[in-house]
């Protein structure tokens, strides 16, 4: 096995920290795309804050990333994978930054207010109301909501083969 240089731990704090906030917030998403119920509200209290977080962390989680030193991919890793590996981290990063502005985006179009924390904090509008928006964006925060899904999934899957299989660093470097 090869030892590799680990990630600074800024990074790995906000790795995990964001991982079960990831985690939860999809979850709770499909729960609110289930529900009729009374848990409706609840699970929108919870979205809506949990969200603007992911928001807020993932921009600091980016401007920590590119300006910290980061381990480097093994260079016996087939190129093809090296390149989905690149590409997949874009992604994740396009995609925590994306979801929840769409979200913002769509409750902006719909005319709904934009709570945080009860009525005390509200967001303000990033869009005008227009219904056919709301329509579009939200159709577009679903379907991007399951992209995550996946993507994470294959993150935790390859985490999983530098773990398991090629015992090659690669997972020790996060944790």
């Not at 409750?107 to 005390?120: E, V």
């Amino acid at each position: 096995m090869t030892r590799m240089a680990s990630f600074p731990l800024l990074s790995r704090v906000l790795h995990w920290f964001m991982a079960v906030m990831i985690l939860a917030m999809l979850f709770i998403g499909l729960f609110m795309a289930s529900s009729v119920g009374p848990n409706y509200h609840r699970l929108v209290t919870l979205h809506r804050p949990l969200g603007i977080a992911i928001l807020v962390l993932a921009i600091l989680r980016l401007g920590n990333r590119l300006r910290s030193s980061i381990p480097p991919i093994p260079n016996d890793l087939p190129r093809l994978l090296r390149r989905a590996a690149t590409a997949s981290h874009i992604l994740l990063y396009g995609l925590m930054i994306a979801l929840p502005l769409v979200g913002w985006g769509m409750l902006s179009a719909g005319g709904f207010p934009i709570p945080l924390w009860g009525q005390s904090v509200l967001l303000p509008p990033i869009l005008p109301h227009n219904p056919v928006l709301w329509s579009w964006l939200r159709f577009a925060h679903s379907i991007l909501a399951f992209v995550l899904f996946g993507l994470v999934l294959a993150h935790i899957g390859a985490a999983l083969f530098h773990g398991l299989i090629r015992r090659d660093g690669v997972l020790r470097t996060m944790v």
